[in-house]
């Protein structure tokens, strides 16, 4: 992988949910990195949203890492369409990998493992243990009650206000390439 290409961690469920919606979405993502050049880095599950997004990566000629914990190899898969994948031994341990190696995080629909995952990152962000760019994909609206969970976290005191500029809602897949170009870009134009 050459040194300007630019890496995106890709949170996501590992079933399709009911919504024929998120599955288009979460391939057209897939397919987005691609095409844009960008690495992908994901949970190396085959299966659900997570799968459809690392198959269609691979299918546009993509790059991609996985990052799997061992106890969950059985369940969801081996990473078939990563090109690299890293096995670690604790959840925790694949997040950290996941962030570790990304320039951005993208959250697709998914269940609690995907909350678990966006909240992880956000506190990590907020703790300054990052500053990476977190994009919610609120396809179909799903994430409007997250979001709404958010704002009354904020609301009620339990979070500084600037909690919420940690986190970039977009409403589609269009929408989050235009931003992830715009902001990688202007982030790596302060860097240099």
Known sequence: MPAQTR???????????RNPAWRAAAEATGRGLAE??????????????????????????????GVIP????QREGQGRDAGRLIVTETMHERKKVMIMNADAIVVLPGGPGTL?????????????????PIYLVNIAGYWDPL?????????QGF?????????????????????LARDLSSRQSAAE
Do not use: N
């Not at 970039?168 to 989050?176: K, S, W």
């Open 7 to 17: 890496a995106i961690c890709v949170f996501c469920g590992s079933r399709d949910g």
């Open 36 to 65: 844009a050049g960008y690495h992908l880095i994901y949970g190396a599950g085959d299966s659900g949203l997570m799968g459809a997004v690392a198959a269609a990566a691979d299918a546009a000629g993509g790059t991609a890492m």
């Open 70 to 73: 061992t106890h969950l190899m």
């Open 116 to 132: 678990d995952e966006f909240f992880e990152m956000a506190t990590w962000r907020q703790l300054g243990l990052h500053a990476k």
């Open 147 to 155: 979001v709404a969970l958010v704002d009354h976290v904020v609301a």
């Open 159 to 179: 979070a500084e206000a600037s909690f919420r500029d940690y986190v970039t809602v977009v409403e589609d897949v269009p929408a989050l390439f235009d931003r």
